[in-house]
């Protein structure tokens, strides 16, 4: 299994990594939905730059997901 790293990954990319038997769309929904059950999680995350319509995670807001629902 390789080393997960904690770099920029699009919403859909980092979402397979968590839910690999799923479709892209459908993982990246369900992703959305775990962080959506951490309103602490969602509050950091639009500080550090996220918006709706991100299509992507920057370095930092990976590391507070992994911090929040861990490392896929």
Same mark, same amino acid.
């Given at each position: 299994?390789?080393?997960?790293r904690? !770099?920029m990954?699009g919403? @859909?990319?980092? %979402?397979?990594?968590?839910? *690999?038997h799923? &479709?892209? &769309?459908?993982a #990246? #929904?369900k992703? =959305? $939905?775990w962080? %959506?059950? $951490? +309103? $602490?999680?969602?509050e950091?995350?639009? !500080?550090?730059?996220? =918006?709706?319509?991100?299509r992507?995670? @920057? +370095?930092i $807001?990976?590391r507070?997901?992994?911090e %929040?629902?861990?490392? *896929?």
């Amino acid at each position: 299994m390789e080393e997960f790293r904690c !770099r920029m990954y699009g919403k @859909t990319e980092l %979402a397979l990594k968590y839910c *690999p038997h799923l &479709s892209g &769309s459908a993982a #990246r #929904r369900k992703l =959305m $939905q775990w962080i %959506a059950l $951490q +309103p $602490q999680l969602v509050e950091e995350l639009k !500080r550090m730059g996220m =918006m709706d319509k991100s299509r992507c995670f @920057t +370095p930092i $807001q990976v590391r507070l997901i992994i911090e %929040a629902i861990g490392e *896929p």
